[in-house]
């Protein structure tokens, strides 16, 4: 059974920075994306960065860009968001995900599209 466990959420000031990361447990057949999504009070999920399985194909929603950074080691089946210079509007619970990819360069900005998802870690950004 595949599993997905996100943890790095916490409380901190704007400005301040947290790195999450996520740990998939059992097995997914062939090459897989990952992504984080967020879903902040009130609003739809939405996604906020994605990862192929080469690591060569990266996603970034623009509000991000410039301050977030994904990666991912697929040696640990583990991925990391790196967040920086955070902004109370970024305060939301922190989804990720995987998608099943046909090619190790893929990957998808659709939400359906993905396969497994963790529980979500809660993010706090105080003005």
């Known amino acids: 059974q595949v599993r997905l466990v996100e943890s790095g959420g916490g409380l901190v000031q704007a400005g301040g920075s947290l790195r999450l990361s996520c740990v998939v447990s059992g097995y997914i057949f062939g090459n897989y994306a990952m992504a984080w999504f967020r879903q902040a009070p009130g609003a739809e999920r939405e996604l906020v960065s994605g990862?192929?399985?080469?690591?060569?194909?990266?996603y970034y929603q623009d509000a991000v860009k410039g301050r977030f950074t994904i990666s991912r080691d697929n040696t640990k089946n583990t991925a990391y968001l790196e967040m920086n210079n955070l902004r109370p509007e970024g305060t939301a619970v922190y989804f990720c995900a995987t998608e099943r990819a046909e090619d190790k360069d893929d990957v998808g900005h659709v939400e359906n599209g993905y396969d497994y998802w963790g529980q979500g870690t809660e993010v706090t950004v105080s003005a």
């Open positions: 990862i192929s399985w080469s690591s060569g194909n990266i």
